[in-house]
């Protein structure tokens, strides 16, 4: 059990709870956030979640980004930007697909790019 927990630590870089990090955030995989971040996060072709603990003031931009957390700024997501029931985004989003659970809040506007 302890090598499959290896394998997942590797699959996702993990910014913790009880840390803080002000400046900019760039990684070659995926990436979770439950601490606080400050200044701009950007991951291109993966995945990026900020999960219930995280606090970020920042714009995101990644494939898939799921907020379960708080979220100041703007989000980008060249997949998918899914906004859970704990999350709360003060910021616009933009994505092709965009799922918000009941409870979700958001204050800003979103972006699909299907205009009819």
């Excluded at 994505?95 to 800003?108: H, I, T, Y």
Aim: glycine share 14%; hydrophobic share 40%; with cysteine.
């Amino acid at each position: 059990m302890e090598e499959r927990r290896g394998e997942e630590r590797r699959k996702a870089c993990w910014i913790g709870s009880q840390i803080t990090v002000k400046g900019n955030v760039t990684s070659a995989g995926d990436l979770v956030i439950d601490g606080k971040v400050e200044g701009a996060i950007e991951i291109g072709n993966h995945d990026l979640t900020i999960g219930e603990t995280a606090a970020v003031i920042a714009d995101l931009i990644a494939k898939d980004v799921t907020i379960a957390g708080t979220v100041n700024g703007n989000v980008l997501g060249s997949g998918r930007v899914e906004l859970k029931k704990s999350g709360v985004v003060e910021g616009d989003i933009t994505a092709p697909k965009f799922v918000m659970e009941d409870g979700a809040v958001l204050s800003g506007k979103v972006d699909t790019g299907t205009r009819k």
